[in-house]
Every structure is written in structure tokens, then in C-alpha cells.
């Protein structure tokens, strides 16, 4: 049995691509991380609404401009294990690869073209800062406005990702698959023909249990045989070393059972699709 590719490939950042969670860093930084983590933890597990919390959080910490860029450093230093060996095979195989975050526009945009992901393919949530703020009158204090609002929409809801991959999508044909941790993602997975949750950063119960396919694995290689089947793999094991490690690191990942499904007909089409191969 044929596992066909899915076209269309979209990360959630936080706790996906990046074992961080950028406001929980913000917050370290101004000595508030209990406070606002409890926060974030309720809204990714679906105990409340992300809308609930969204504006809270950052209100509480007003961080400068400064401190949000420097969220990057923070994403890439902290970057989930083969993520970018990973994006770098999904677009060599011909996908396209997209990241949809409820994290904040400057640095999920920086880091997701850091891994090579076309700018307008990414959305996150965008900011605006106090001019008045800081040493406003040194041009040398550009950076250390403190935050003012932020965009209100699909991104700071709970249930508003599904509206971002179809803008995203459009007219263009083709499969499409989500993966991330949260329950943003769980809802939205109504919107593509694949959702997978991860759990390699955290297993958080509500998606693991309701996710039709599921990765618990630090390294992410494993989505290489969801988003493309056994042939993609096998295509990859002709390339370079280091899509070939890659490759037979998402094999033996896969056949220590580290993918798990909640769909039966999915688990036995996937299963003799790739065991078939082998």
C-alpha cells in the first residue's frame, strides 16, 4: 500500500521546531517566569482560551524591543533536535514548508528564515512598541521601547490557526499536514488532511490523546516518514551523508514505534505502506 506525500507542510515554532517557549523566556528575564508559565501551560493544554491570556501576559511583562529580538538567539541555541536537517529535506524534496506561531512576529520570522523558510510563507503575531519609551530622544535607544499592543486576530485565539492555513493555502492544490504541541494546533488540524502532535519538547495529554497521529520523539526526523512515506525516505538515502543518516535515523525512530496513531485505519495504512518497504 502507497503512504502518498503531503504537499504542504506547516510547524507550529514553539515547543516544535524550538524546545522553548518565547514568552516563558521573556519572562525569566524579568524575573516572572512562574507567573506567566502557568499562563502559557493552561492555554496550550486547552484549559483556557488563549484570547483569555494573550494580552495579560505581555502586559504584565512589557518587554523592550531589545529583549523580544533577542528571542531569536534563544530559539536557535534551543532548536529541536534535526529540525533543520528536517526542513532542509522537506524542501529539497519539493515541499513547502511553512510555520504558523501564536510566538511573536520578529524573532519566529528571523529564526524560520534562519532555516531557510520563505518569510511569506511564515505568520506569527506582530507588535508595537511605545516611541516615548526609553531614552526615546538617542537614536541609540531605538531598540529598548517597551511594548505597547500587539495585533489582535487568528494567532491569539485558540481556535484561530485553522484561519491562517487556509489564507496560507489558497487556491493551491495539494495534501496538506500540521504538526505541533498545543492545543492551537489540535484545533486547527481540522483544516489539513494530516494533523500530528508532537511531543518530543512535551506530551501534553488532550493532543496526545486526540491527535490522529503523534510523534514522541526528541529528534523530529520521524515526520520525514508521515509527510513523505517510506519512497521519500528512500529517495533521501541516495543523497548526500547527511540525508542518508537522516533517512536511517527516521526509520529506526519509526520502528521503535516512537510514531503512535488514534485513527486505526491510518496506523494500518501507514504501518503497511512502511513496513512493506523494508
Known amino acids: 500500500m502507497r503512504w502518498p506525500p503531503f504537499e504542504h507542510i506547516f510547524f507550529d515554532c ?22 506567566v508559565e502557568i499562563l502559557t501551560q493552561a492555554a496550550m493544554d486547552g484549559a483556557i482560551d488563549l484570547e483569555d491570556i494573550y494580552k495579560k501576559r505581555l502586559t504584565t511583562l512589557k518587554p523592550t524591543r531589545q529583549q523580544v ?19 532542509a529535506a522537506l524542501q529539497a524534496l519539493g515541499h513547502k514548508v511553512y510555520i504558523i506561531s501564536g510566538g511573536l512576529a520578529e524573532p519566529v520570522a528571523e529564526f524560520g528564515i534562519s532555516l ?16 516615548l519609551s ?16 500587539h495585533t489582535e486576530g487568528a494567532l491569539t485565539v485558540s481556535n484561530g490557526k485553522a484561519q491562517i492555513v ?7 492544490l495539494g495534501r496538506s499536514l500540521l504538526i505541533g504541541d498545543g492545543n492551537s494546533d489540535l484545533l486547527a488540524g481540522h483544516t489539513v488532511d494530516l494533523f500530528v502532535g508532537y511531543g518530543g519538547v512535551v506530551a501534553r495529554p488532550k493532543v496526545k490523546a486526540e ?21 521519500e525516505l528512500r529517495i533521501l538515502g541516495t543523497w548526500s551523508m547527511s540525508y542518508q543518516s537522516l533517512s536511517l535515523k527516521a526509520q529506526y525512530l519509526i520502528q521503535k514505534g516512537v510514531v503512535t496513531f488514534n485513527d486505526e485505519h491510518l496506523e494500518s495504512k501507514f504501518r503497511r505502506a512502511f513496513f512493506a518497504a523494508q
Open 14 to 35: 514553539d515547543s516544535t521546531l524550538t524546545t522553548v517557549e518565547g514568552i516563558d523566556i521573556l519572562a525569566e528575564k524579568v524575573g516572572k517566569r512562574r507567573r
Open 69 to 87: 529580538l533577542d528571542l531569536r538567539h534563544d530559539y536557535k541555541r534551543n532548536m529541536v533536535e534535526d529540525a533543520a536537517r528536517v526542513v
Open 116 to 131: 531557510g523558510i520563505p518569510r511569506e510563507r511564515i505568520r506569527a503575531v506582530e507588535l508595537a512598541y511605545n516611541e
Open 134 to 149: 526609553g531614552q526615546w530622544w538617542e537614536k541609540s535607544d531605538l531598540d529598548n521601547k517597551r511594548y505597547l499592543h
Open 166 to 172: 487556509r489564507e496560507l493555502l489558497g487556491d493551491q
Open 211 to 231: 491527535a490522529p497521529a503523534f510523534i514522541e520523539s526528541p529528534s523530529l526526523a520521524p515526520l520525514l516518514g508521515l509527510a513523505g512515506g517510506p519512497a
